[in-house]
């Protein structure tokens, strides 16, 4: 009986110890957090400590678009385990090539399960989301404006970082944007879908000025030598033809000529001269060359004989740096400035070009095979020397700077606005 009595007190101790209350948790003790950003491709996560008597471990999920198998952007997930032992609250996260990124933490507390809520890291020199018709390099200040014509999107990048800046929305459709340099001034000149031209500061894409020039849209505009060349669709008859190109001064806005013949079409500045510019149009499929005076009125206008059957293509449409020769259409077809065809850079029936760019000495041309995740390097009388694998497709833009070769690879392999979007980066390669 005795030794009965005295087990009682440690039988009810053991009891009282097994009968008291778990302590819980909820996700909002994590308090789960991005303590820093080191740059843009490595993040510290942080969070609150546990007693490590009730969380084991912790489960750091990430995750992201990211590139998979075929080379393609997939969505990815990863697992990172990271023990609890009552110190460690921080995790560094080295992130691949990839979109924004995703995280949460997730523990386990006894029965319960604990998740945070999820965070994310707004990436700038990840993969980049958002349609490319094409894009306009500043060599000089390594920026690239990525143009979506359809939704009027334009976006700025650093390419050497593969760095986004900065994008501008316009109510409007786009067509062929192009930058120069006036009175000491980087500036983006805008046509839009409604008949005005906007002109853009383009380092800081503030809007400095803007210009209504008629019609229904506005095709195409590039500036030389004071005056602003705009393509237009205003069908006026003059002298009973059309002369939809108009010529206009840049500071006084005033109307100063016109000449042209073809709606629609891409003005193309020629490297070399002030006072000579192409035409390039695709209904008709023709290329015109202008010769004009220092006031911007027209001295003589010839365009490719009426026998020459070769598509134009004002997007791909490419003038070298010694300004002798053009290229127009995916086939790679070259004229020179008398508009004679020269040659086609195409080998077979089956070759097609997304893209061209000529080194700085126009011997070599770099053209990027549609379909295929390769650059074909040409010497510019159409030998190959040999190709370059690109991680992506290359879409919308191809560099030449320096020694270094700049292309905007995307995971379509055409036209990325007729899946409604694509994922995109800047890929450099050493020449």
Known sequence: MTRTLRALPTALLLFLISCKKETTYT???????????????????????????????????????????YSLPEDHKDTFSIRNVGEVSAYLDAIPLSGNVTYWLEASAGPTLL??????????????????????????????????KEYGHISQFNYEK??????????????????????????????RSDGWVEIYD?????????????????????????????????????????????????NGKNLVSRLGKYINSRLLSIPGTITELYDVSNSPHQLLHYKFDDAGNLLSEREVAPGDYQTKQPELSMVSPDGKTIVVNSGGAIYD??????????????????????????????????YRSEIEVLQSGGQLLHKIQTRLYPWGGILVDGNKLIVVSTDFPNHPGTVGGSYFFFEQFNL
Request: proline fraction near 2%; include cysteine; hydrophobic fraction near 40%.
């Open 27 to 69: 996700f909002t003790d994590l308090n789960f957090r991005i303590h820093e950003v080191i740059n843009d491709s490595t993040v510290r996560l942080a969070w609150d400590v546990l007693p490590p008597k009730d969380v084991k471990e912790y489960r750091l999920i990430r995750s992201m678009k990211r590139f998979g198998k």
């Open 115 to 148: 998740k945070s809520k999820e965070i994310v890291h707004e990436r700038r020199q990840g993969l980049h989301f958002g349609l490319v018709d094409y894009t306009l390099f500043d060599a000089k200040r390594k920026y690239a404006y990525v143009v979506d």
């Open 162 to 191: 593969n760095e986004f800046i900065k994008r501008i929305t316009l109510s409007y459709n786009l067509g062929f944007c192009s930058l120069a340099e006036f009175d000491g001034k980087s500036e983006l000149f805008v046509p």
């Open 202 to 250: 383009a380092t800081s894409l503030v809007l400095k000025d803007r210009l209504y020039v008629g019609g229904q849209r506005v095709a195409s505009v590039i500036y030389q030598n004071g005056l602003l060349f705009v393509a237009t669709t205003d069908n006026t008859l003059i002298n009973g033809v059309i002369r939809p190109v108009k010529v206009y001064s840049r």
């Open 337 to 370: 400035t008398n508009l004679s065809i020269i040659r086609l850079l195409a080998r077979t029936e089956q070759t097609f070009y997304n893209g061209f760019a000529f080194n700085a000495t126009g011997n070599k041309v770099y053209c990027a095979l549609q």
